[in-house]
């Protein structure tokens, strides 16, 4: 038996419908789950809609107390393996839920004939001189292989990989470059070199298309399917699934709003299917669905959980253990919080200040401030000293670092 499966929270089930549709329009025969990383809700028909349980997912409430949306959303992905193969399914295939599926994914359950693992690359290409849209850096961060798209196999060696990145995950899901981590990708750069017979890396072009590789394809359309040419190696191949990261379907003119230089006129072969593909998610609820709050933001009281809260919630388990639930008001950690002015009056749950247009303004006047008394630094203390407060500001401005924080400045511990 085959499946597919998707993770999302509930501001992103129009792209998991979309998703859905496509894989039905194309995989006849494949079974189809959404595992929902939120709080369950009645809204969502004619989909298998997995909700959050300690039976498949232990402890979950406390990984999705201490991860934001997109941690706690990747660090569940080998649960859901798991929890596919324990229901008896052969070959599983994971895709993001803004992916689009435009053509038959059989062979990548074929691959599965003969390997464990089906991964691709960012990109396929060396180049002297790179012309990407996304910098070489962030790559080396986030790891070279992308996993929105990854498909194992129920055999010994799968099982191995699945149980491994559980157990990283549950603890290790962060996005932190502290510590060379980037939620679940980073780990996967581990597996060829530990499976190098049963990890293969596709370089199938058609494949987990996205704005990370867009330099070197092209879309065509050919007897009414769309074709990818490799520009590099001059091949022609299906496209599988294209891969809508950081899309806006109010704004289709941007590819990925991360990176809006390299919009359609860079890629003006891929407005077809920018096109088609947020017409669909209109269709499929994208102004309602796009609008709902993430339910793991907040306490049960409507606190606001902040991003400090989890990274001193992840400094706190280190000497503690909570037993009762973390979002709960009642608990220790929330009345730590409390009494040392920790919680918010804001009810917003926006925490990027810096993105906003109504922000720029503020977050200059703030950096001149700031420039100001790092200059009255350095002329009171001199180049040498200056050197040292600067190093030591970037480990203590670390969220984690604040922990002493939540003992009134005694010490570091509860």
């Not at 998991?16 to 959404?34: C, M, P, Q, W």
């Not at 839920?97 to 435009?102: A, F, H």
């Not at 790891?143 to 157990?167: D, P, S, T």
Request: contains cysteine.
């Amino acid at each position: 038996m085959n499946a597919i499966f998707t993770i999302c929270a509930k501001n992103y089930l129009a792209q998991a419908l979309t998703l859905k549709e496509s894989i039905y329009r194309h995989n006849k025969g494949v079974d189809f789950f959404l595992f929902l990383a939120d709080e369950k809700m009645e809204e969502v028909s004619d989909v298998e809609l997995v909700e959050l349980d300690d039976s498949w997912l232990p402890n979950w409430k406390s990984l999705a107390f201490k991860y934001n949306v997109i941690e706690f959303s990747t660090s569940i992905k080998p649960f859901c393996f798991h929890k596919l193969f324990q229901q008896g399914y052969d070959k599983v295939i994971y895709l993001d839920p803004d992916i689009y599926v435009t053509d038959s994914l059989e062979e990548i359950f074929n691959s599965l004939d003969s390997y464990s693992m089906v991964v691709t690359p960012h990109y396929n290409h060396i180049e002297t001189e790179y012309t990407g849209a996304v910098t070489e850096e962030e790559l080396l961060f986030v790891g070279i292989y992308n996993l929105g798209f990854g498909a194992i196999r129920n055999n010994e060696v799968g099982k191995q990989i699945v149980q491994w990145w559980k157990n990283r995950l549950f603890s290790k899901c962060y996005a932190d470059k502290e510590d060379a981590l980037h939620v679940d990708q980073r780990w996967i750069d581990f597996l060829p070199g530990f499976f190098p017979d049963d990890i293969l890396i596709s370089h199938h072009a058609g494949i987990n298309i996205a704005i990370w590789n867009l330099h070197e394809r092209q879309l065509m359309i050919q007897n009414g399917k769309y074709v990818i040419q490799d520009l590099r190696a001059n091949k022609e191949y299906p496209l599988l699934f294209f891969h809508f990261s950081g899309f806006d379907p109010y704004n289709r003119t941007v590819i990925n709003r991360r990176h809006p230089r390299f919009n359609i006129d860079v890629f003006p072969s891929f407005i077809p299917i920018i096109e088609e593909y947020a017409n669909l998610e209109y269709r499929n609820g994208y102004d309602r669905f796009s609008k709902y709050k993430y339910s793991f933001n907040c306490y049960d009281n409507g606190e606001i959980i902040l991003p400090l809260h989890r990274r001193l919630y992840r400094e706190y388990l280190k000497e503690n253990s909570i037993e009762e639930n973390p979002f709960s008001a009642a608990n220790i950690y929330y009345k730590k919080l409390k009494s040392n002015k920790l919680i918010s009056k804001d009810k917003t749950q926006d925490f990027n200040l810096g993105i906003k247009q109504e922000n720029r303004s503020n977050l200059a006047r703030i950096d001149q401030i700031f420039n100001a008394l790092f200059k009255l630094v350095l002329f009171i203390f001199g180049v040498k000293h200056y050197y040292f407060f600067i190093k030591y500001l970037r480990v203590k401005t670390r969220l984690e670092s604040q922990y002493f924080l939540l003992d009134n400045g005694k010490s570091g511990k509860l």
